[in-house]
């Protein structure tokens, strides 16, 4: 069974930084693709970054330049980074990763989220 763990968020004033981390595990289990999606009250789900096993990198245009997402293969860990945060960021944040078997049956897997309200 996969498991993604995030942490780091809280309540941060604008202009602020946060830090979150995804851990994930899973016996037999590979990561490919790891990303980051945010929901905030009353709106949909929407990715935020995403990041190849090789490390190439991709935003949503409302962080490009802000954020930074980053990952450790060894440790099957991804981050973000959040600088300058505003209000509109406030949102729930969710982890997202392609998940590869050993026996090459491939899922998508969410972690439960972690709260990043943003406010002074």
């Known amino acids: 069974q996969v498991q993604l763990v995030e942490s780091g968020g809280g309540l941060v004033q604008p202009g602020g930084s946060l830090r979150l981390s995804c851990a994930a595990s899973g016996r037999l289990a590979s990561f490919y693709n790891m990303g980051w999606f945010r929901q905030a009250p009353g709106k949909q789900r929407e990715l935020v970054a995403i990041?190849?096993?090789?490390?190439?990198?991709n935003y949503a245009d409302s962080v490009q330049g802000r954020f930074t997402i980053s990952r450790n293969n060894v440790k099957n860990t991804v981050y973000l980074q959040m600088n300058s945060l505003k209000p509109d960021d406030t949102a729930v944040y969710y982890c997202?990763?392609?998940?590869?078997?050993?026996?090459?049956?491939?899922?998508?897997?969410w972690g439960q989220g972690t709260q990043v309200p943003v406010s002074s």
């Open positions: 990041i190849t096993r090789g490390g190439n990198e």
């Open positions: 997202n990763a392609d998940v590869q078997y050993l026996g090459g049956t491939r899922l998508n897997a």
